[in-house]
């Protein structure tokens, strides 16, 4: 029996097969992105409805707060088409790709 390696360095939350470290960087990135995404559309799209209220008629200003608001709800909709788009792929290839387990067939 061969004695395994392990890595102390290393989180215990990855895990220690070949490759699957990198897989669950790419899907910690992934998640982070998303959840950084959703707060960043919830500010923008506040912002940008301060900035409409407080137009005062000014049409640079709401057009200003309009490209805000269109800006975070094009945001918000590339974040659920990715979202979307993970789900698809978990259910056409019957992986879970946001929680990547590799067998260890060696």
Known sequence: MQNEIINSAISSQVPQE???GLAF???SLWRTVVTVGG???IIYLVWG???YLT???DKTKIA???TKITSSVIGIAI???SYAITLFIQGVFKINI???IFPNNL
Do not use: R, T
């Open 18 to 20: 070949a490759g699957a």
């Open 25 to 27: 960087y790419i899907a």
């Open 39 to 41: 707060i960043a559309f």
């Open 49 to 51: 409805g301060i900035e």
């Open 55 to 57: 137009s005062g008629g």
């Open 64 to 66: 200003d707060a309009q």
């Open 79 to 81: 974040l659920v088409a």
């Open 98 to 100: 946001l929680k990547p």
